[in-house]
């Protein structure tokens, strides 16, 4: 990891500079780093935000801990504790101070690139090594196009946007400014569009596009496809993790968040500030209202219309025990008529007991 900013950097610096109070411990205790609280050292900064499985603040040796003043008495007496509201958000602003991101590659064209004589580059944009950018393509100021990336004709990448490497972008896509994708990515490839004629599939042409807003961050091998007709959408802000398959005619909302290995299918429609989490599946022509938290590995057969936190599937068992209870749910819908008759049974004896009214 690279050394922090600026030396010495004390608790007390720090403290100043997010606003923190500081409690017990020594403040011009110099910081180094920064650590989760298993592993932090005497010269490590770390965070405690509330009771999570495995951890045990009591035993950190963190010389600085960023927590809530009810958290406080939980930490070791010699442990420098820096009160504030949020700690985790406190600690992602000291990270970011302490490790700046790495000095930018200087602004240029590497020679083995290939760019259309019709494209059109901003100023200060970086090509890397083996990229190819197609005809009509419009790259904005300060934009990165990584090594091996290739963009088809008329793509329009905003303004400091970065394909980090081998990032694909076909044709007529576009990403707005700020966007943030890791190797791997593909956006615009053909969506899973067939009709079944006679016993044989027929490919039904993808003439859409993949229309993606400004601040979106798109993990590695993550693929977008593009729209059978109507556009691809995703809005501004959001969050897209490792391998997530977005599938055609897909719309997300402004600052949602996908967790990795997610599968969206053709025309689900996503909500603003949702969150789906690994593994989730939805089925397609389904929509999320605003404000809906799928927990992971749920998958969603229908639409969501009310904002909250939503389950799916069945928890983790012996197998042993699992394969009893996966025959038995077999047996359910039969044993539902069973009590259904028998209630049905029972109401009638009940009945029959009953003196008639003279």
Known sequence: ????????????????????????????????????????????????????????????????????????????????????????????????????PAARTPPGIDPSARIHPSAQLGEQVTVGAYAIIGADCVIGERAVIGAGSVLGERVEIGAQTELIARVTVLEDCSLGARCLVQPGVVIGSDGFGLVNESGRWQRVPQLGRVRIGDDVDIGANTTIDRGALDDTLIADGVKIDNLV????????????????????????????????????????????????????MSMVTRSIHQAGIYSAGTPLDTNERWHKNAARFKQLDRMAQRLAALEARLADSLYSDVPEAP
């Not at 017990?24 to 999570?52: K, P």
């Not at 055609?248 to 996503?270: P, Q, R």
Request: proline share 5%; charged share 15%.
């Open 245 to 296: 398959q977005i599938a055609h005619n897909v719309e997300i909302g402004a600052h949602s968040a996908i967790a990795g290995c997610a599968g969206l299918a053709g025309s689900s429609i996503v909500g603003r500030h949702c969150t789906l989490g690994g593994g989730v599946g939805l089925a397609g022509h389904l929509s999320l209202a605003d404000g809906v938290h799928v927990t992971g």
């Open 1 to 100: 990891m690279p050394r922090p900013a600026s030396f010495p950097l004390t608790v007390a610096a720090l403290a100043e500079r997010l606003g923190a109070v500081v409690a017990g411990g020594c403040a011009e205790r110099i910081l180094l780093g920064v650590a989760s609280l298993r592993s932090a050292t005497s010269t490590d900064l770390s965070f405690f935000s509330g009771a999570r499985r495995g951890i045990q603040p009591e035993n950190t040796r963190a010389g600085a801990v960023l927590c809530r003043a009810e958290d406080a008495d939980r930490l070791p007496a010699d442990t420098a504790r820096l009160i504030v509201e949020k700690p985790q958000s406190a600690f992602v602003l000291a990270a970011q101070w302490m490790y700046p």
